[in-house]
């Protein structure tokens, strides 16, 4: 496995070992002890999986309380994804970091609590899946503009479809700093 820092601290590309030959391919998608060596928690509560067809946005999404840090990764597929740094006092705060993840590159990314996550799915249809490391709250969570113009992510599609609450989502300079989760 190898650990790759990105321009935020605390948010990791993960390249995890395959060994493959013809028959197909043999990967560990997690394991507690040589991920936590990583930095990663030690331990992840839910998992989730999401099929997606193309054109699909989901996001901004994050949790203030009962924070997510999330291990995500494509079973099927290839997407677009996004972390933003929404902790208030960080040196990377409203910074955007995206990657591409897809069923052939096998790559993860690790999102760190306190950064909204979100991605947009490039192929026909995307199976998603990310280990949280707190449970789904609905009074948690909060939304960001998938197009805030203060954040300038540069998604790879122009008109993606989105949910009926993703499109009312408000811009980051709408939410109050109260909302946000703090840099530690």
Request: aromatic share 10%; charged share 20%.
């Amino acid at each position: 496995m190898k650990v790759e820092d990105t321009r935020i601290p605390g948010l990791l590309i993960i390249h995890p070992a395959v060994h493959g030959d013809t028959r197909g391919f043999f990967m560990e998608a997690y394991s507690r002890d040589r991920y936590a060596d990583a930095g990663l928690p030690s331990e992840f509560v839910q998992d989730n999986v999401s099929m997606s067809a193309g054109g699909i946005l989901r996001g901004l999404h994050l949790q203030h309380p009962n924070g997510q840090g999330k291990l995500c990764w494509v079973l099927e597929g290839s997407v677009f994804d996004v972390a933003v740094d929404l902790r208030v006092g960080s040196p990377t705060f409203g910074q955007w970091e995206g990657v591409a993840l897809s069923s052939e590159n096998r790559r993860q990314l690790y999102v760190p609590t306190g950064f909204a996550h979100g991605f947009c799915v490039l192929s026909e249809r995307a199976m998603f899946s990310y280990k949280c490391s707190d449970f789904y709250s609905a009074p948690s969570e909060i939304g960001i503009a998938w197009n805030d113009p203060d954040i300038g992510v540069a998604w790879p599609i122009e008109a993606p479809q989105l949910s009926e609450k993703d499109k009312h989502n408000p811009r980051l300079r709408d939410i109050s700093t109260d909302q946000l989760p703090r840099y530690e």
